[in-house]
């Protein structure tokens, strides 16, 4: 992080999550009520954290890097209350609370999904604004393969229809890839590019969001079949049920656990190469840590399990 820059940590994250989409007093009080309730529960907020370190890292000054940070929360944000509607997912409790759409129907769900989708894009062009021509273009690009029908939305589309092709690991990691992948693509590479960072860089910063991306994907899929409801602070067993992508449902847990460790490795040898050019992105490591940590936490979660349907 750039000296003199304030840590923007989870209390200031949460207020400026708050604060960067203002509701007016004209507001419709039920839509008011549920742009409060999505608001008010922001999850582990690991994204914009990672937005904005990556952002300074690069260059980027703090008021450009926290309005990016809150814009890339917004759009994930937004994905997650469509994922819960129930032509999609049918969702029952996200990030500890009851889903939007079971308080407010879907109609609401959806409104607060497209306001905070529209607010996501004049954010990031604010940011995207701010920087040399050359890295904008570039930028926005970027945004609409990540989000467009080439990333987001195609990965949601072979989410739906997963059922109906062969489930194997590369078709299971294709819906990943458009999905979970996209998002983080977004969190890592998009601030570096608006720092102009060289191509060399953005490949490494790539392929560690994709190493990484499988992996957080396949570590909630694990807990998907061995987390309790109050572990995962969503609804569980939601994949099987459904017949949605899960490569511990496809290869096994114990594969899945191996295939997670492979791809942090994998991303180790990267991280090392990046810290090599840019020291200033060691904030990395932790992140890394964290999933090793969640792997290992997963894996005594299933030893108990299966000691428990032994006794």
Not at 20 to 30: V, Y
Not at 153 to 161: E, I, P, V
Not at 275 to 281: D, E, G
Request: glycine share 6%.
């Amino acid at each position: 992080m750039q000296h003199g820059i304030e840590p923007f940590d989870a209390s200031r994250i949460a207020e400026a999550l708050r604060g960067r989409l203002a509701l007016p007093a004209s507001l419709d009080p039920e839509f008011d009520s549920a742009l409060q309730h999505v608001l008010g529960n922001p999850g582990s907020l690991v994204r914009p954290r990672l937005a904005f370190q990556m952002a300074t890292a690069y260059g980027l000054d703090s008021g450009r890097a926290q309005d990016l940070a809150i814009a890339l929360e917004y759009f994930h944000t937004a994905s997650l209350l469509l994922d819960d509607l129930p032509c999609m997912d049918n969702a029952l409790e996200r990030r500890g609370a009851p889903c939007t759409h079971l308080l407010y129907g879907e109609d609401g769900a959806i409104l607060v999904a497209l306001a905070l989708i529209n607010r996501a894009y004049a954010l990031t062009w604010r940011t995207v604004a701010a920087c040399p021509p050359p890295a904008q273009q570039r930028a926005l690009d970027y945004v609409e393969r990540r989000l467009g029908i080439e990333g987001l939305l195609n990965g949601q589309s072979l989410d739906l229809h997963f059922a109906s092709v062969q489930q194997t690991r590369e078709a299971t990691e294709r819906v990943a890839m458009g999905k979970t992948v996209s998002l983080i693509r977004l969190t890592l590479a998009l601030p570096a590019m608006l720092g102009n960072a060289s191509p060399h860089e953005i490949r490494h910063i790539e392929r560690i969001a994709i190493f990484w991306g499988l992996g957080y994907q396949i570590a909630d899929d694990l807990k998907d079949m061995l987390d309790n409801p109050g572990q995962s602070g969503k609804t569980p067993a939601r994949d099987m049920l459904l017949g949605r992508p899960n490569l511990a449902a496809v290869i096994g847990i114990p594969a899945a656990a191996h295939r997670l460790t492979r791809l942090i490795d994998l991303g180790d040898r990267v991280l090392q190469r990046l810290l090599a050019l840019r020291p200033a992105v060691a904030f990395l490591e932790k992140l890394r840590s964290d999933l090793q940590l969640e792997l290992a936490r997963i894996l005594r979660n299933s030893c108990e399990l299966a000691e428990r349907s032994r006794a």
